[in-house]
């Protein structure tokens, strides 16, 4: 670790506590360790973290870092999920800095708010909230956003969400620096608004707001779908959204950290009113399947959503999410990332003391509302019995008939066995943030039992469309090396999330690749939606246009490679 004597009397560290004073310039091992340590992957050791307040001073902070080599980690909410949020343990050739966008957290509505302006640190949160006052909402709805997941983030990141209609995250509209060939940086405006021609001077109108509507371009048809929506009804031997996909490739979109985003210019989409929840029940993938491809191929509007759970991420979600489920049920996303940042924290304090190990704060989590009385509606429960997987289908007000009717044929048919009900308010509500707890389940069903385990192995998976044997069955030498496997996704889209525990003494590594190479075998496109951190080899297509973006290989060079010290040149 660098000793801060040394940190502080360098030039580059002076030049940034210059710009943004030295409150905001941290240094520390025990100041950075929440920005340069994920919550489920990544970690090492940083030159400083940034926290600027204004998109001017993180363009000075940029120019900083190149002239003085720096590599440059940019980082919004430092979820932890794939390990690209911070550094990773790997060898690096120079000095890391964090440069963290959360104080930048401006939110400008504009064309009578079909789309916003989301600045580098907005959060999901922020721009539903600020949304619903209009009748409509952001393309995340529910997920990430309850951790705090922010806006650049998503797109950065081609993040998929729950809605079916609107696809991965995505848009051609951006403000961006870049270092090019010869190593300068330069600012790149597509946001399609006329801000003039200095950086420093555009930065400081796009931070304010201050454009007239004549500097803006028109917002595109008020729709409530994507050119996705189409996409996904194709019944083919391709994914429909994944990482990698050209159709999905743009500048900031799927940039991953290769660009410094200071904005996006991002659609959004009338509020659905009257929406209503069907809980399906069946014990036959194959005839969930069947369920899918009715509705793909029928003259139906797309549901809202489909969300997919098996009966072990029920049970995962109800036994360790059930802090995550009361938190936002009664107490809002807001307190949930409150107590999401507080868990961390705490984690992190209880760990450097003797005797009390990191995991300190989900112990006291998990004893605490275990003693809360069921939370989950008996409709629910009885399914659970009755059926192994379990589908959420959200449609429109006005679908509510023809969906009823529609599912009342399709489980008439002779040998379907499936069945389901309509959700009151209560049961959507609870049906919903239940699924969506089974992403925190698994980590805490592993940090609940460290002590028998070896290390989490998760996937993140976009199957082929005319995928038939969609849920996967692990060969037995595989699964004998696992405490548990979990699995729950956006059925329709063909994506899933793979959680799994590997026993104590089992080599995570070695099997996670036999685990990867079962799902190349199929066809399948990993990751899906949440980018390649450090736990995906980067192919070839996706290698391009991470070069194009970064020639120079600036920022964080450790993105997408699981082997140590492999710059993208």
């Known amino acids: 670790m660098l000793g801060s004597s040394r940190q502080n009397s360098s030039p580059a560290v002076s030049a940034f506590i210059g710009i943004m004073g030295a409150h905001h310039v941290l240094t520390s091992a025990r100041a950075t360790e929440p920005y340069a340590k994920g919550n489920r992957f990544g970690g090492g050791n940083v030159l400083a973290v940034l926290r600027p307040g204004s998109l001017v001073d993180m363009w000075r902070a940029l120019q900083v870092c190149v002239d003085n080599d720096l ?31 959360l104080r930048i957290n401006q939110i400008h509505l504009i064309n009578d708010a079909r789309e916003a302006v989301c600045l580098a640190g907005s959060t999901l949160y922020e721009l539903d909230d600020k949304l619903a006052p209009h009748g409509r909402e952001p393309h995340s709805v529910i997920g990430s956003s309850s ?15 729950s809605q079916i209609r609107k696809g991965p995250a995505f848009t051609k509209y951006a403000i961006f620096a870049r270092v090019n060939d010869q190593g300068k940086v330069e600012l790149v405006n597509h946001l399609g608004i006329s801000l003039g021609d200095d950086p420093a001077h555009i930065l400081d109108k796009l931070q304010r707001g201050q454009w007239d509507d004549a500097d803006v371009t028109p917002p595109p048809e008020d729709t409530l779908d994507t050119e996705y929506s189409e996409h996904v009804r194709e019944i083919t031997d391709s994914p429909a959204r994944y990482n990698a996909n050209p159709k999905f490739l743009y500048e900031a979109s799927g940039s991953a950290g290769k660009l410094m985003v200071f904005a996006v210019r991002t659609r959004t989409f009338p509020k659905q009113k009257d929406s209503t929840t069907f809980y399906v029940g069946t014990n036959s993938p194959a005839e969930l399947e069947a369920l899918r491809r009715a509705i793909l191929t029928s003259d139906m509007p797309l549901p809202i959503s489909g969300e997919y759970m098996g009966r072990p991420s029920f049970d995962l979600s109800e036994k360790y999410g059930k802090d995550t489920f009361v938190s936002v049920k009664h107490a809002g996303s807001r307190e949930q990332i409150k107590l999401f940042a507080l868990k961390n924290w705490a984690n992190g304090m209880f760990a450097k003391l003797p005797f009390f190990g990191q995991t300190v704060a989900d112990s006291i989590a998990q004893g605490a509302f275990s003693l809360l009385p069921q939370q989950l509606p008996d409709r629910m429960l009885k399914y659970r ?10 449609v429109s007000g006005d679908e509510k008939a023809r969906t009823e009717e529609f599912l009342t044929t399709f489980f008439a048919e002779a040998g379907h066995d499936g069945d389901f009900f309509i959700c009151t308010a209560d049961e959507a509500q609870s049906a919903m943030l239940h699924r969506f ?17 070896s290390e989490m192995i998760t996937f993140d998976v976009a199957l082929k469309r005319d995928d038939e044997e969609w849920l996967e069955v692990l060969p037995k030498e595989i699964s004998d090396q696992l405490h548990i496997s979990s699995y729950y996704g956006h059925f329709f889209c063909h994506v899933l999330h793979q959680d799994h525990v590997a026993k104590k003494g089992v080599d995570p590594v070695a099997l996670k690749k036999k685990m990867m190479a079962l799902l190349e075998e199929r066809g399948a496109a990993v990751p899906a939606e949440h980018n390649y951190g450090r736990l995906y080899h980067v192919p070839p297509e996706m290698e391009a246009h991470f070069k194009e973006l970064d020639p120079c290989n600036v920022f964080n060079p450790g993105v997408g490679e699981t082997s140590p010290h492999k710059n993208w040149e």
Not at 78 to 94: A, E, F, I, K
């Open 385 to 394: 019995d009755r059926f192994e997987h379990h589908l959420l289908l959200v």
């Open 147 to 161: 951790i705090g997941a922010s806006v650049v983030g998503g797109i950065a990141n081609n993040s998929g969400g």
């Open 71 to 101: 590599i440059v980690i940019p980082q919004s909410a430092n979820t932890g999920l794939t390990g690209g949020s911070g550094p990773g343990d790997q060898d690096y050739d120079r000095e890391i800095v964090i440069i963290s966008t």
């Open 437 to 453: 707890g089974a992403a925190s389940a698994a980590t805490r069903y592993f940090n609940l039992n460290r002590e028998e385990s």
